[in-house]
């Protein structure tokens, strides 16, 4: 048996053991090399790229070093960033269309399994046709250039929310449904405080994919949209400098495109944590 | 007979009892038109009843439930609610907690108040009421993942007194639970029974929890699931911890557990 004093623990009897010491070593490495790797690996092919240049001579107008990169980008900050302006207007703008047309759809979708049997092939045909290759046919029925751009890329980006959703608004605990259904909730009660909270999760990870999709988007669109009119995005830096063999500055305008992919990832996985972590297993922390 | 009554009373209520809160008169349930999960049943349920549905699986016992509450309808005989609302005056408890993990303690027993279109400050003293007689008032802005299983079922059973409704309905909900978590939350039931005077149909398949919650057990059989004997357990209430050791409660559960045998002895 037991007895009072066995159960009582004192300040000495709480020693870090071996085991426990190396588990809080361990995670504070990891702690430390998420950050430190990537950046060292970075360095280094930074470096390895510049020691290319060198050793094989290889002219700044084939591959230019990466201080060259860096000066034209200081260089061209003004031009570079005025295109990059209007590759992200575009992207935002479609994402944001993206998201109101994928969860309208959606939810159509799961309010009508025959509305969803007769336009879900078309949403599949849209997205598995190439955007590059509807997207002159688009450019010659839609006159304004801007809105062009726009379709191009909603087309690319609407897809994984669209899918996601609906599979998000149709995994609703099937008991709480009974639930519902026995206090007699309305269809839009059920919509409102139940498929749509579910579906949120899958709705982050589809916006996520969006995210990236939609700046593709806009960059194929301005690449096929050509020279003409409004659009002088980074896209249609990238083939004007092309043109004039300005290679640093493609390199200039290609490292902002993947800069501005890498905000938008970061920016919507930060929401997609904030609007979770209350509740989500996605974003919960465990203790090991 | 066909029909099937969830709505107002009927005029047969009088014949069946005023305290009468629902019969089931001879229901049958065919599932796809050759299934029979379900075969005639009938049973009055009075108010202030504690009625256990015992039984092995695919005896009927969780389909009995379903038709109680609206879920499925009968394929025959009828469902009669008498003196009031029909089965939209229920409350229903699963065997998972069936909380929505996105919502606090207090938003989860809100729901079926405001399904009804009741505001929470309208609401906010049920809520705490509810709440307080699982024994979780201080748990009111916790998410669902903090709280252990016991706890969480607590927040269900909250979640369906809010109403205050004719009839609770219970779908094997401690079976996830451990032993000890399980007779706890079996003793606060029955606390929590007599402070309402809640009517209860509770399914399950032990007969030791059957015997020890119930004044009625209703012994069912599978392939069809039908009735086969109804035992009434005399013993008074408050039962607390004690009576799982008085020779009274032995002889309910050998008198279930001999009624459990006879229905599962026919096709073991």
Redo the contacts between chains.
Sequence with gaps: MSTDTEAQVTAEDLVMDEEEAARARARRNERIGRWLLPLIVVALTIYAWDRICVVNNIPHYLLPRPGLVAQTLIKDWVLLFNALLITLQTTVLALGVAVLGGVGLAVLFTQSKFIEMSFYPYAVILQVTPIVSIAPLIFIYVDSKTAGLLICAWIVAFFPILSNTTLGLNSADHNLRDLFKIYGATRWQRLRFLQLPSALPYFLGGLRIAGGLALIGSVVAEYVAGTGGVGSGLAFTILEAGYRLNIPRMFAALLLIAGAGVVIFMSLSILSHLLLRKWHESALKREV | MTTQETGAADPSAAQTGSDTVLSLQNVTKVFNGNLMALKGMSLDIRRGDFVSLLGPSGCGKSTALRLI???SHATSGRIAWHGGQG??D?G?V?Q?P?L????TVAQNVW??L???GKSYNAVKDDIREALSLVGLENFLNA???ELSGGMKMRVSIARAIATHPRLILMDEPFAALDEITRHKLNDDLLQLRAKTGATIVFVTHSVFESVFLSNRIVVMAARPGRVIRELTVDAAYPRTDDFRTTPEYARYCSQATEALHAAMGEHA
């Design positions: 509450a609206g879920l089965a939209g229920l229903v699963f998972e069936t929505m993990p996105w919502a729901l079926p405001r399904l009804r998410y669902p993942r």
